[in-house]
């Protein structure tokens, strides 16, 4: 299943891309440090109120419309134990930034990191042969991408925090960020269940976005 959203949120069952129409990370839908203003309390009733949103749900439409919502709101959720993403990213940035020379933006708006990544194509130098370290412990990489010029993986806490290989912004979630999802989906599975049993339906399937698969163990 694939929506769009600002850009685009492929793939909902393991959701690894989140790109906005920009072409920057769509930070709607992946988790970077800071403290939300929610108490524990208000965030399981919101949890809850989605999970009978979606169980009750029976329209396509609208149950994509709440999928994009529980997303949304995990990305919350795991705010306060996520890697600080939007700052590797900002850093990586002024990275490309200092090694192409500041090239001059050839639009409107400020220029994203994959405009620096193709400025610095064809200078010569091969990015793809070095490591550069962004304070706070991440490293950004620069593969070259089989369709020419240069992707960004960016590596922090062991996992790749933030890549772009040629289809879109992705992440890997970190050992504190799986176990704080698990949370999340334990509340929200057990309130769709209840409210699917209180109306006697029996769950033939979980939707896509809950299935316990193994593309779900690292990547969003």
């Known amino acids: 299943m694939g929506v769009s959203v600002s850009g685009s949120v492929s793939g909902i069952k393991d959701v690894t891309i989140a790109t906005s129409r920009k072409g920057e990370p769509n930070w709607s839908y992946i988790p970077s440090a800071g403290k939300s203003n929610k108490s524990k309390a208000e965030f399981t009733s919101e949890i809850k109120e989605l999970a009978k949103k979606a169980a ?17 709101l995990r990305t919350e959720y795991l705010s306060d134990v996520a890697p600080d993403r939007k700052m590797l990213y900002q850093q990586a940035k002024n990275a490309m ?14 220029l994203t990191l994959l405009d620096f990544l193709e ?12 490591r550069f370290a962004l304070a706070g412990g991440g490293t950004l ?20 925090a933030l890549s772009n290989t040629g289809n879109g912004w992705s992440y890997e979630m970190t050992p504190a960020e799986l176990a704080k ?16 049993n ?14 316990e698969k193994p593309s779900f163990d690292r990547k969003a």
Do not use: H, M
Request: hydrophobic letters at 25%; glycine letters at 10%.
């Open 97 to 110: 930034k200092n090694q192409n020379n500041n090239p001059k933006c050839r639009g409107i708006g400020e």
């Open 141 to 160: 990489t620069c593969p070259i991408l089989t369709t020419g010029g240069y992707g960004a993986v960016i590596e922090c806490q062991g996992v790749k």
């Open 198 to 211: 209180s109306v006697g339906e029996e769950i033939s399937e979980l939707p896509d976005y809950l299935e």
């Open 56 to 72: 009750l749900s029976t329209n396509k439409t609208e149950s994509e419309y709440i999928s994009r919502q529980v997303l949304q």
């Open 119 to 130: 400025a610095a194509d064809g200078r010569g130098s091969s990015l793809a042969e070095k």
């Open 181 to 196: 999802k698990d949370e999340f989906y334990s509340i929200y599975w057990t309130e769709y269940r209840s409210v699917k």
